[in-house]
Nanobody, 124 residues
Framework: QVQLVESGGGLVQAGGSLRVSCAAS????????LGWFRQAPGKGREFVAV????????KYADSVKGRFAISRGNAKNTVHLQMNSLKPEDTAIYYCAASTDGHGQLEYYDYEYWGQGIQVTVSS
């Protein structure tokens, strides 16, 4: 069983920065891909970023490329999302997710485990 717990969300002004983190429990999680998705009010769940089990494969949505950075802790059971130059359209609930396919998946249906989500609000 894998459990994911997000932390670090909150309110920030446009142009500011915020870091969200996810702690994953379960001894096999080191072999999993860890990703971030987000869901804004009235919209579907959107891929944000993913990092493979080794950290060697990282992908971003075009909307966040150059502003967000995903990283994995040394023990490989934590994942962080550093968000810079935030925009009001980045406002959403951010979800951490884990996929047993360790190579880095882009689609939400490839992820078996999900966190509860954490609110990120960017004011204009």
């Amino acid at each position: 069983q894998v459990q994911l717990v997000e932390s670090g969300g909150g309110l920030v002004q446009a142009g500011g920065s915020l870091r969200v983190s996810c702690a994953a429990s379960g001894r096999t999680v080191r072999a999993y891909s860890l990703g971030w998705f987000r869901q804004a009010p009235g919209k579907g769940r959107e891929f944000v970023a993913v990092i493979s089990w080794s950290g060697g494969n990282i992908k971003y949505a075009d909307s966040v490329k150059g502003r967000f950075a995903i990283s994995r802790g040394n023990a490989k059971n934590t994942v962080h999302l550093q968000m810079n130059s935030l925009k009001p359209e980045d406002t959403a609930i951010y979800y951490c997710a884990a996929s047993t396919d360790g190579h880095g998946q882009l689609e939400y249906y490839d992820y078996e485990y999900w966190g509860q989500g954490i609110q990120v609000t960017v004011s204009s």
